[in-house]
């Protein structure tokens, strides 16, 4: 079946270190994009890319980085420049449809937690 | 700045019960509206879509929402609520040309009583 798997389900980090969370979509999906969810706050855009080796920023990208090599993987780097990166981390993928609404597919999420 | 907002924050309804979620969004033009939930732990699933046409649209699980444009609304609705049905709902919004990304509402938590 297709899909996006997100890797890993959970992940501890220490203060100071860079992780990087996997994504990986088989749906052949031009576009991919990182959510953070925090209790509360809904969803809210990190990056995303609508074709590969072309990314824009969302609106919270400071402290990360992103890549998209290849079509099927968009990875997101949380670096120690991120002031708070303990969250829910989804990544989704789309169509795109030129001037209308994208429908985002979600992987299962990564939780992240900053020790 | 276009915003959507999802006023309760949580929601208790009896098993059997009908369930409305209530979305509003910010005044634009071409809003394609979306509805998704979320199970604790999971990432998000799509339940219906508004892009044009019926302003009431069917999604999956039983789920209705209707679009009115004139209270810029679009609220999600339920006859019969089930215990499966606990879960956090999402409402979301884009304008046409705004390169299709989604704005998402804080969403709404549900709980189902037996």
């Known amino acids: 079946d297709g899909g996006i798997t997100q890797s890993p389900k959970y992940l501890f980090r220490k203060e100071g270190q860079n992780v990087t969370l996997s994504c990986e979509q088989n749906?052949?999906?031009?576009?991919m994009y990182w959510y953070r969810q925090d209790p509360g706050q809904g969803l809210r855009l990190i990056y995303y890319s609508q074709i590969v080796n072309d990314f824009q920023k969302g609106d919270i990208a400071e402290g990360y980085s992103v890549s998209r090599e290849k079509k099927e993987s968009f990875p997101l780097t949380v670096t120690s420049a991120q002031k708070n990166p303990t969250a829910f981390y989804l990544c989704a993928s789309s169509r795109q449809r030129p001037g209308g609404a994208n429908v985002l597919t979600f992987g299962a999420g990564s939780r992240l937690t900053v020790l | 700045a276009q915003s959507v907002t999802q006023p309760d924050i949580h929601i208790t309804v009896s098993e059997g019960a009908s369930l409305e979620l209530r979305c509003n969004y910010s005044?634009?033009?071409?809003?394609?509206l979306f509805w998704y939930v979320q199970s604790p732990g999971q990432g998000l699933q799509l339940l219906l879509k508004y892009f044009s046409g019926d302003t009431l649209v069917q999604g999956i699980k039983g789920f209705e929402a209707e679009f009115k444009r004139s209270q810029s609304s679009f609220n999600l609705r339920k006859p019969s609520v089930h215990w499966s049905d606990a879960a956090e709902y999402f409402c979301?919004?884009?304008?046409?040309?705004?390169?299709?990304?989604?704005?998402f509402g804080k969403g709404t938590k549900l709980s189902v009583k037996p």
């Open positions: 749906l052949n999906h031009d576009a």
């Open positions: 005044y634009g033009a071409t809003p394609y």
């Open positions: 979301a919004v884009c304008y046409g040309g705004s390169q299709g990304n989604l704005i």
